[in-house]
């Protein structure tokens, strides 16, 4: 007789589960054994706490996908279901709803050696936590550095590598009476965070969301949506002085579409920059004008309406929704923002189930691309994105059914040219235990092999925290040494008299960016088309060459030569704005007069008036003569 049969436990059943996972187009099936044991713990044994989580093992060169649970509490409960997709944190309890949203922004981040950290609700300390992510046992610890108590104060954490920021705020409709729009800052040794003071309080107010970064000045910035001072919502954007904890008075941004919103839109905003220049870049919805837009200033500009530019992303019926995350690459010689959005197209009657749903945008300087991730058929919501730089891929979690939730899906693709495949994706996180998860969230920096990528989550049915973690294994795509191909599509050729060029081109790679000169002047920023006006007659060169996104210059620039020609005839002019006619030869004779007058004058100040009578001998002329050209 064994163990299990005298204590009349039944055997543990082992059973196996293979998984095809596919992501980043790599295409990796992992042979799971999933091993389900019943327990009891006696007190004659030792009481020993752990985790019981079930994963696939790592392969070499793919990504994979954890799986399991971690909640042991009780451990007849936590035996984990076969199909299980990700791990089961620990409860947050009753008193807070959603700790892993808003969309926008951002509850995790990680250090040097890709540790990983949270701020997390803890029903222990009644307080937000900074929380440490073990990626060994996919446990999370409480480090016991609190930053908020106020239990519906949704956090935006951002880690700069010196100084942790954490902004605060209560949601839209809490009915906590403490409404202060609060900044925490905590510095790091490389195990210990500490607190660098007091908060501080930016103003007053519940937002639905609101979202921190930093530019590259060193200056904080804070966007969010709240009422204005005609009873509407507006975009409202606030950010740090003289010190990073001296704010200013939050304005509303000053630009089309940021002061009529309706009452569910809401802002973001990310730093992002290369050599050409460095921006604060805030990405709002307004669904009563229907358009999404993005608005971009240069770091160190003033709060002016001539120190923002507008781009519109998207402008039609049901193109708009408040569902927004952003990201930057702030190494990318391109300086792309990228940016996953949902529409409301499954919003429309009749629905059609090829429109797309979530689409991820990529913002080149003044335009963008895009590119459909999910369409309505897939009912997907909530969407964020991650930049994996090492790897050059852009990976998009959403969550289905919406708007509830249930299961976390995932999606990758080349964020240089990036094309999603349709359907839902792979599965990332499923747990039999929590059938409502929902709102996922990970960190605002790039992620790579030492990172890897963390994406929590929460189930307000059942009060739970969960996670998926992906490793981002495998050898980095050979680096891009080759150039683009500039061509030039159309403009003048050839002897024209037009004073004025316009001109059209291309780049070979997408993302591309360019620069321009006419003549032998400096290379200059420019997008296509490019126009020239009041140009000299003569002959004129026009020079452009593309970059790509990995920063190669074509060494070839496409070039084109043309000729203005000179007007024939002209090789005299008198404006008499002289206030005589001393050019001109004038004769009068009888009473004729000629002089330069005022009276009328259709343009300028001065015209010459010509008399005469019908008397005999009135006349008056005035002449010149000129060469043969």
Same mark, same amino acid.
């Given at each position: 007789?064994?163990? +299990? ?11 196996s589960k ?14 799971l054994?999933c091993i ?7 007190p004659? =044994?030792?009481?020993?706490a ?6 696939a093992?790592t392969?070499t ?9 971690? !909640? ?9 279901a076969?199909? @299980?997709?990700?791990?089961?944190? $620990?409860?947050?309890?009753?008193? &807070? ?9 951002s ?11 949270? *701020? ?12 440490? $992510? @073990?990626?060994?046992?996919?446990n999370?610890?409480?480090t ?9 104060a949704? %956090? ?5 590598g ?15 009476? !403490?409404?202060?729009v ?6 790091f ?5 500490s607190?660098l003071?007091?908060?501080?309080? *930016? ?13 590259s000045?060193?200056t904080?910035?804070?966007? $969010? ?11 409202y *954007? ?8 001296t ?6 941004l000053?630009l ?8 569910d ?8 920059g ?24 240069? #770091? ?11 781009i519109v992303?998207?402008s039609?019926?049901?193109?708009p @929704? @408040?569902?927004l ?11 792309r923002? $990228?940016? *996953? ?32 991730a ?41 964020y ?6 349709t359907?839902?994706?792979?599965? +990332?996180?499923?747990?039999?235990s929590?059938?409502k998860?929902?709102? &996922?969230?990970?960190?605002k ?27 981002l ?6 680096a891009?040494?080759?150039? %683009?191909?500039?061509?030039? /599509?159309?403009?003048?050729?050839g002897?024209?008299t037009?004073?004025?060029?316009? =001109?059209? =081109? ?7 960016? =360019?620069?321009?000169?006419? #003549? ?5 920023s420019?997008t ?6 009041s140009?000299?007659?003569g002959?004129?060169?026009? /020079? &452009?060459?593309a970059?790509?996104?990995a ?11 043309w ?15 002289s ?17 330069v007058?005022t ?8 015209a010459a008036?010509?008399?005469?009578t019908?008397?005999?001998g ?7 003569? +000129?060469?043969?050209?």
């Amino acid at each position: 007789m064994n163990l +299990f049969e005298w204590l009349g436990i039944a055997r543990s059943t082992l059973t196996s589960k293979t998984f095809d996972v596919r992501l980043a187009g790599r295409s990796r099936v992992l042979a799971l054994t999933c091993i389900c044991v019943l327990a009891l713990i006696f007190p004659m =044994f030792p009481s020993t706490a752990g985790t019981l989580g079930l994963r696939a093992p790592t392969e070499t060169g793919a990504n994979t996908i954890k799986t399991g649970t971690t !909640d042991i509490t009780p451990a007849l409960d936590s035996v984990p279901a076969s199909d @299980d997709v990700g791990l089961r944190d $620990f409860s947050y309890g009753t008193g &807070v709803t959603a700790p892993t949203g808003q969309k926008p922004q951002s509850k995790l981040w990680w250090t040097s050696g890709g540790t990983w950290w949270g *701020v997390l609700w803890s029903t222990g300390a009644k307080s937000w936590t900074i929380q440490k $992510f @073990d990626k060994g046992t996919g446990n999370w610890a409480n480090t016991g550095v609190k930053v908020d108590n106020r239990r519906t104060a949704g %956090p935006d954490a951002l880690w700069d590598g010196h100084t942790l920021y954490i902004a605060t705020a209560l949601k839209e409709g809490s009915t906590q009476t !403490d409404a202060r729009v609060l900044i925490y800052r905590f510095s790091f040794n490389g195990s210990t965070w500490s607190s660098l003071g007091s908060p501080v309080a *930016v103003t007053s107010g519940k937002p639905e969301t609101l979202v921190l970064d930093k530019d590259s000045t060193g200056t904080l910035w804070l966007t $969010f949506t709240s009422t204005n001072a005609g009873g509407g919502k507006s975009v409202y *954007v606030s950010h740090t002085t003289s010190s990073e904890t001296t704010w200013g008075v939050p304005y509303v941004l000053p630009l089309p579409g940021a002061d009529n919103l309706s009452a569910d839109d809401i802002s973001t905003l990310v730093a992002y920059g290369n050599n050409n220049g460095h921006y604060v870049g805030v990405l709002y919805s307004n669904q009563n004008d229907e358009t999404l837009s993005f608005a971009r200033h240069s #770091d160190g500009a003033g709060d002016a309406t001539s120190d923002w530019e507008r781009i519109v992303l998207a402008s039609g019926a049901k193109l708009p @929704d @408040d569902h927004l995350n952003i990201r930057s690459l702030m190494d990318d010689p391109s300086g792309r923002v $990228f940016a *996953v959005v949902k529409t409301s197209l499954n919003d429309k009657s009749p629905k059609d189930p090829s429109d797309p749903l979530i689409i991820l945008y990529t913002i080149t300087g003044t335009s963008a691309s895009s590119a459909t991730a999910w369409r309505v058929e897939d009912d997907v919501t909530r969407p964020i994105l991650m930049l994996d730089s090492e790897h050059r891929d852009v990976h998009v979690f959403g969550v289905a059914p919406c708007c509830s939730g249930g299961i976390v899906y995932t999606k990758s693709a080349d964020y240089n040219n990036p094309s999603f495949t349709t359907g839902l994706g792979t599965t +990332f996180i499923q747990l039999n235990s929590d059938p409502k998860i929902n709102n &996922v969230t990970s960190a605002k920096q790039t992620v790579n092999s030492t990172s890897g990528l963390l994406v929590e989550a929460s189930d307000d049915s059942t009060r739970f925290y969960v996670h998926n973690f992906l490793t981002l294994g495998g050898n980095p795509p050979p680096a891009d040494v080759t150039p %683009p191909d500039t061509t030039i /599509d159309s403009g003048p050729s050839g002897t024209v008299t037009a004073s004025s060029a316009n =001109f059209v =081109f291309s780049a070979s790679e997408a993302a591309s960016t =360019f620069e321009c000169r006419l #003549d032998d002047g400096s290379w200059g920023s420019c997008t296509s088309p490019m126009s020239y006006a009041s140009l000299q007659a003569g002959s004129h060169t026009f /020079d &452009v060459r593309a970059t790509d996104a990995a920063g190669n210059t074509d060494q070839t620039p496409a070039s084109r030569t043309w000729t203005i020609a000179s007007e024939s005839g002209i090789v005299f002019s008198d404006d008499f704005e002289s206030g005589a006619l001393s050019a001109w030869q004038v004769a009068t004779g009888g009473d004729g007069s000629a002089a330069v007058q005022t009276a009328t004058v259709k343009s300028g100040t001065y015209a010459a008036g010509f008399a005469e009578t019908a008397n005999p001998g009135s006349f008056a002329y005035a002449r010149r003569a +000129f060469a043969s050209p």
